[in-house]
């Protein structure tokens, strides 16, 4: 396949290592790929319930013509070759709880107006719902998209918690997992743009997009969430450890 136009060298060398990795320890089923083939930059949001999920959340956009910027924790930019790999493919790290958080959404606003996918993970950690449902967003989504009005396409997957379990760091290849990957249509915020931007606003969108993911999962996993999203908080115990 085509590389995506917008990818550097490094990133496409690498990208290659990956996805043949990724094309031999996985069985594809993806569907949703024509909402990702608009003009100008998006905002890919996706459920999180595995370490791995960002590369097989990555493969999908890669192989349909994206080439993904992902907001990520910064302490992975302190692990010497992983943090220069970040570094070369572009990818926007989060100073999460401090000041400096701000200036992520910042490098992921510029990105959006270069038109490229930004990838945000809404959670922003693993998912600490028992049954790997969402669980309640961070406000942090939804300013980027209300900032930079860009188009928020939720994308569910499920299945890449085989290849690799939720806190667990070895990685199962054998024999292939299925990983099943659903894009939907944009979220409709546009209600929203012109409005004060208080707390209110930043959880109802949050919500909406959230919301959104959550219906595409029920779909693939052909299941209903629970009526009221989970919430975590630091400090609470770990569901499954």
């Known amino acids: ?21 990724l094309l031999a320890a996985t069985r594809r089923d993806w569907h949703g790929a024509e909402q990702l083939h608009r003009p100008g930059g998006f905002i890919a949001v996706g459920n999180h ?15 349909n013509g994206c080439a993904p910027r992902i907001l990520a924790k910064d302490s992975l930019w302190k692990i010497p070759l992983l943090g220069r790999m970040l570094t070369a493919t572009g990818q926007i790290p989060v100073a999460r709880g401090t000041a400096s958080a701000g200036e992520s959404l910042e490098a ?21 719902e028992p049954d790997l449902w969402p669980m309640q967003g961070k406000t942090g989504v939804a300013r980027l998209a209300l900032a ?38 944009p979220v409709d915020l546009s209600d929203l743009y012109d409005v004060p931007l208080d707390a209110a606003v930043l959880r109802e969108a949050t919500d909406r997009i959230m ?29 499954g450890r």
């Open 148 to 185: 930079s009005r860009a188009p928020v396409v939720p994308i569910a997957q499920w299945g890449a918690y085989r290849l690799m379990g939720r806190y667990k760091k070895l990685i199962k290849p054998i024999p292939p997992k299925r990983i099943t990957v659903v894009a939907g249509p």
């Open 108 to 128: 992921a606003r510029r990105a959006l107006d270069e038109g490229e996918c930004v990838v945000v993970f809404p959670e922003g950690t693993l998912t600490r």
């Open 211 to 239: 919301d959104a993911i959550t219906r595409q999962l029920e779909e693939i996993r052909g299941a209903s969430a629970p009526t009221e999203r989970f919430v975590w908080r630091k400090g609470q115990p770990e569901p």
């Open 1 to 21: 396949m085509q590389a995506p136009e917008r990818a550097s060298r490094t990133y496409r060398n690498l990208a290659h290592v990956v996805r043949a990795f």
């Open 49 to 63: 319930a595995s370490n791995i999920d960002p590369l097989t959340f990555a493969h999908f956009l890669w192989d």
